[in-house]
């Protein structure tokens, strides 16, 4: 097996199934091409500045006083502040966007009724970058009110032990769309 | 658990906004009240018409966080993801798919990624076809009758209390 260019930035990356990892090891042990290539790799990641846990945070420090700042200016009350973060595109704090953005992370402060749909309700569904801080036992809370909502975890699934082939680009259709009648 | 993990990792680096006087509970179930129902098929299908393997399934999730799916045999692995953004105007969804596959002479390994999206009514269903859609099917490396793809059957809906 002769692993491409993608196939070890993607084994770099720790992306590559088990099952696959030995032999791409091998592939690199024992082929010239396949070994500069990887080496060139580990070179190029040598080259780029790492990314310590500080810096992100200082520059997290840096984008949250600029909010606040442009937050203070504003007439509107601090609950209906939705939080866009403009930091830097690092690779950490990148991959914290992603997860505020889609995240639930919340803060428990002190209890009030109607107080949480009016927050809510303030924005318009397509303002999802929303972010709370959540306290130590909550944190339990929150994260068991999301496996019982099925709303953690991958999902896998076996296909048979056959040989698959691509057939071509992959495709995103609407039953409309169908070449074929829908399989029975 | 990569949802501890998450929000562990987002704790530690990052501060947030305090929400004054919001409840929990109340932030929780309004949050519900605004989630998403994905339910995917997942089917392996011969010659394109009959269905050889079908698995259902439902996930609950909100606008703009991912539903992932991992599908591995033979000498395939795929791993697919369906984002829904919801707004005003609808849904949109979103479909990545990482292809991972052997040559049945097992020299060469490819790497295939895509991104696909479509506009969707509540409700309305979507197949994905990580491997291509080919009106004969696909056929097999070893010669023989027969021809298998995998189709994923997708369809969102606003949560309904009870399910989850």
Do not use: C
């Given at each position: 097996?002769?692993?491409?260019?993608?196939?070890?930035?993607?084994?770099?990356?720790?992306?590559?199934?088990?099952?696959?990892?030995?032999?791409?090891?091998?592939?690199?042990?024992?082929?010239?091409?396949?070994?500069?290539?990887?080496?060139?790799?580990?070179?190029l990641?040598?080259?780029?500045?790492?990314?310590?846990?500080?810096?992100?945070?200082?520059?997290?420090?840096?984008?949250?006083?600029?909010?606040?700042?442009?937050?203070h200016?504003?007439?509107?009350?601090?609950?209906h502040?939705?939080?866009?973060?403009?930091?830097?595109?690092?690779?950490?704090?990148?991959?914290?966007?992603?997860?505020?953005?889609?995240?639930?992370?919340?803060v428990?402060?002190?209890?009030?009724?109607?107080?949480?749909?009016?927050?809510?309700s303030?924005?318009?569904?397509?303002?999802?970058?929303?972010?709370?801080?959540?306290?130590?036992?909550?944190?339990?809370?929150?994260?068991?009110?999301?496996?019982?909502?099925?709303?953690?975890?991958?999902?896998?699934?076996?296909?048979?032990?056959?040989?698959?082939?691509?057939?071509?680009?992959?495709?995103?259709?609407?039953?409309?769309?169908?070449?074929?009648?829908?399989?029975? | 658990?990569?949802?501890?993990?998450?929000?562990?990792?987002?704790?530690?680096?990052?501060?947030?906004?305090?929400?004054?006087?919001?409840?929990l509970?109340?932030?929780?179930?309004?949050?519900?009240?605004?989630?998403?129902?994905?339910?995917?098929?997942?089917?392996?299908?011969?010659?394109?018409?009959?269905?050889?393997?079908?698995?259902?399934?439902?996930?609950?999730?909100?606008?703009?966080?991912?539903?992932?799916?991992?599908?591995e045999?033979?000498?395939?692995?795929?791993?697919?993801?369906?984002?829904?953004?919801?707004?005003?105007?609808?849904?949109?969804?979103?479909?990545?798919?990482?292809?991972?596959?052997?040559?049945?002479?097992?020299?060469?390994?490819?790497?295939?990624?895509?991104?696909?999206?479509?506009?969707?009514?509540?409700?309305?269903?979507?197949?994905?076809?990580?491997?291509?859609?080919?009106?004969?099917?696909?056929?097999?490396?070893?010669?023989?009758?027969?021809?298998?793809?995998?189709?994923?059957?997708?369809?969102?809906?606003?949560?309904?209390?009870?399910?989850?």
């Amino acid at each position: 097996m002769r692993p491409d260019r993608m196939i070890l930035s993607t084994y770099l990356d720790g992306e590559i199934p088990a099952r696959f990892v030995g032999e791409i090891e091998s592939a690199i042990a024992s082929d010239p091409a396949v070994r500069a290539d990887y080496q060139e790799f580990v070179e190029l990641r040598r080259r780029l500045p790492p990314v310590t846990a500080d810096r992100v945070a200082q520059s997290a420090q840096t984008s949250w006083a600029s909010i606040r700042s442009r937050l203070h200016a504003s007439h509107e009350p601090a609950r209906h502040h939705t939080v866009s973060i403009p930091i830097p595109a690092l690779g950490v704090a990148a991959a914290a966007i992603v997860a505020l953005a889609a995240g639930l992370i919340f803060v428990a402060t002190r209890p009030t009724s109607a107080a949480a749909e009016t927050y809510l309700s303030g924005r318009h569904a397509s303002d999802v970058a929303v972010t709370i801080r959540v306290d130590g036992s909550d944190m339990e809370r929150v994260l068991q009110w999301l496996a019982d909502k099925d709303m953690l975890g991958e999902i896998n699934i076996q296909l048979p032990e056959q040989q698959f082939r691509i057939v071509g680009e992959p495709v995103l259709v609407k039953p409309a769309q169908y070449q074929g009648q829908v399989p029975e | 658990m990569r949802g501890r993990r998450i929000a562990v990792a987002l704790l530690l680096m990052l501060g947030a906004m305090s929400v004054h006087g919001v409840d929990l509970d109340d932030l929780l179930q309004s949050l519900l009240d605004r989630a998403l129902t994905v339910s995917i098929t997942a089917r392996v299908t011969e010659n394109g018409r009959e269905t050889v393997q079908s698995y259902e399934l439902t996930r609950v999730t909100i606008s703009g966080r991912a539903v992932r799916l991992r599908l591995e045999g033979g000498n395939l692995t795929i791993i697919a993801e369906f984002t829904p953004y919801e707004d005003e105007n609808g849904i949109l969804l979103v479909a990545e798919g990482r292809i991972i596959l052997r040559n049945a002479d097992n020299e060469e390994v490819q790497y295939r990624t895509s991104l696909r999206s479509v506009p969707l009514g509540a409700g309305e269903r979507v197949v994905f076809y990580p491997l291509g859609q080919s009106p004969s099917g696909v056929a097999m490396a070893d010669g023989a009758a027969g021809a298998l793809n995998v189709e994923l059957e997708v369809e969102v809906s606003p949560f309904v209390a009870g399910e989850g």
